[in-house]
């Protein structure tokens, strides 16, 4: 089991054999609910983001790339494909070849198909956070508090999750 993201997704997958196939299919399955009835799914991912000039033209051609990126559909679906990224235009599942590209969906060759599908079929139930000094120490604290949660061959649930919530705060505490 693995815990990531979209574009981490064909990372994922297991090198073919000397038969040209994959010894198994990837699943990808939504990430596990408190409340099914009212799922939530932080959204994240790379940021842009955009640097003041003194030559005031080269802001201006900074911006009008960056627009470029984030409103081309085309650009979006193509981007996409290749990097596993889920788009920022909803109006990207319309293009043709970004449709048939989730039709591929799959655990093997089209793992970032199956994906991104998987995301975009989960988007009602996405929010975001804002980032905060030391955000990135508590994502990294929760990640090891998972593991050990779910690797730690002990008996008593109640004190692993215990023990290892507390080394997570000590640890989010000692990064700040």
Not at 74 to 81: G, I, K, P, R, T
Not at 141 to 147: K, N, Y
């Amino acid at each position: 089991m693995s815990i990531g993201s979209s574009a981490g997704a064909t990372h994922q997958r297991p090198t073919k054999g000397s038969n040209g196939s994959y010894p198994f299919d990837v699943g990808i399955a939504t990430i596990p609910q408190v409340n099914a009835a009212e799922p939530k799914v932080i959204s994240q991912g790379p940021s842009l983001c955009l640097f003041q000039s003194e030559n005031p033209q080269e802001t201006i051609a900074a911006w009008l790339f960056m627009k470029f990126l984030t409103t081309n559909v085309e650009f979006q679906a193509e981007f996409s494909m290749a990097s596993g990224y889920v788009p920022v235009l909803k109006s990207v599942a319309q293009n043709p070849a970004y449709a048939e590209f989730l039709n591929k969906a799959d655990g093997g060759d089209y793992i970032s198909a199956l994906s991104a599908k998987v995301c975009l079929e989960q988007e009602h139930a996405y929010y975001t956070s804002p980032a905060f000094v030391g955000s990135s120490d508590a994502r990294d604290a929760v990640g090891l508090l998972i593991q050990t949660c779910l690797v730690d061959p002990g008996t008593d649930v109640n004190a692993i999750l215990d023990k290892a919530f507390r080394e997570a705060i000590i640890s989010c505490e000692e990064g700040n």
